[in-house]
């Protein structure tokens, strides 16, 4: 990993795997294309191309964040609300 | 303005989790089972630190009540934002039957201790469902209470709160202090990142009794049976409109 993004690119890592427990086709999935994912990558070393992949990285963690939120939200709507 | 709020979570079985009863009818599976926050304690908990941050209050407490493992679900509060945590310790066989009256009455007596002006909770809880607390929180201060918000103004010395109600939406004014319940679309509650988690292992919670407080937390309610919902009857097709009267008429419908 190259040097001066190491600590970005673990804190990625680590938000993912965070959000990743709750990923409905489970942990353990979402875990394993986590590390393919990361370890595809592992020998880059262009800065430019790692900024470019941790920006990709972070949207995929607002992605997680608005599927678990729309999951629960339509979840809640549907059982306690009526169907209008 | 030196306002302090009190939030109420519950730990509840996550929504998502497919519930089972106990092979011997006195209640769900609970060993093991995945645990979150009640889905509207975290609306009530978005809602008072966006409050805070507004300026409009200066402190968000979390409150929750039960044994140990609340700790976690206050810890999910103090990472969307609170300030700092209380943790009424119930266990045993006080937590099977902790209530809404129960817990309306610690909350009552929490609000007058740390003198808060504004308790938010969520409107119902999503294992017992009672839509209670809320209601009985307000009751036993003599507050007025604003159920089902959907939205939520400061308005001078009041507190404006638009509710939904079976008929569309009701606008009402009351006066601090006060309780409002927390209902769907009030907000969109923020995700307890990692870093906040993190941060919010500093701030503190503190840890109290019921007795501390004054309260009796004896239930005068007792569970008899838990049983799963009837399992749906299958559909039966029919071939042509005769056939449709027909099978109505047998189930006296028509």
């Known amino acids: 990993m190259a040097n001066p993004f190491r600590a970005e ?58 599927l678990y939120y729309l999951r629960k939200y339509r979840a809640l709507k549907k059982r306690y609300y009526e169907a209008e | 303005m030196s306002a302090r709020v009190l939030v109420g979570v519950k730990r509840v079985i996550d929504y998502a989790v497919k519930i089972r009863v106990k092979p011997d009818h006195t209640g769900v599976v609970t060993d093991g089972v995945k645990h979150s926050m009640n889905p509207f304690c975290e609306i009530a908990v978005e809602e008072a630190v966006k409050l ?13 009540c039960g044994p140990q493992q609340v700790q976690e679900t206050i810890r999910t509060a103090l990472a969307m934002g609170a300030d700092r945590g209380i943790h009424v310790e119930v266990s045993g066989k006080d937590y099977e ?7 309306s009455k610690i909350l009552a007596a929490l609000a007058k201790k740390e003198e808060a002006s504004l308790i938010i909770l969520g409107k119902q ?11 009985m929180t307000a009751a036993l201060l003599d507050w007025p209470q604003g159920t089902f918000a959907s939205e ?103």
């Open chain 1, 9 to 66: 690119v673990k804190q990625l890592y680590k938000a993912l795997l965070f959000l990743g427990r709750e990923y409905p086709k489970g942990a353990d999935y979402f875990r394993e294309r986590l590390r393919a994912a990361f370890a595809k990558n592992k020998d880059m070393r262009d800065p430019d191309k790692i900024k470019q992949l941790i920006s990709r990285g972070e949207f995929v963690v607002k992605e997680l964040e608005a």
């Open chain 2, 152 to 254: 939520l103004a400061f308005e001078a010395d009041k507190l404006k709160v638009v509710r939904e109600i079976d008929g569309g939406l009701e606008t009402i004014k009351i006066k601090l202090p006060a309780v409002v319940t927390a209902d769907l679309r009030l907000n969109t509650p923020r995700y307890a990142t990692l870093p906040n988690i993190m941060k919010a292992k500093k701030k503190k919670i503190a840890m109290v009794k019921p007795a501390d407080l004054g309260v009796d937390v004896s239930s005068r309610l007792e569970v008899l049976k838990v049983d799963e919902p009837p399992t749906r009857q299958a559909g039966v097709k029919v071939e042509t409109v005769e056939d449709l009267v027909g099978k109505l008429k047998e189930a006296g419908r028509v």
């Open chain 2, 97 to 103: 039957t902790l209530g809404p009256l129960q817990v």
């Open chain 2, 52 to 64: 805070k941050e507004k300026k409009l209050i200066k402190e968000v407490v979390a409150v929750s």
């Open chain 2, 125 to 135: 809880a999503i294992d017992d469902d009672c839509n209670q607390t809320g209601q």
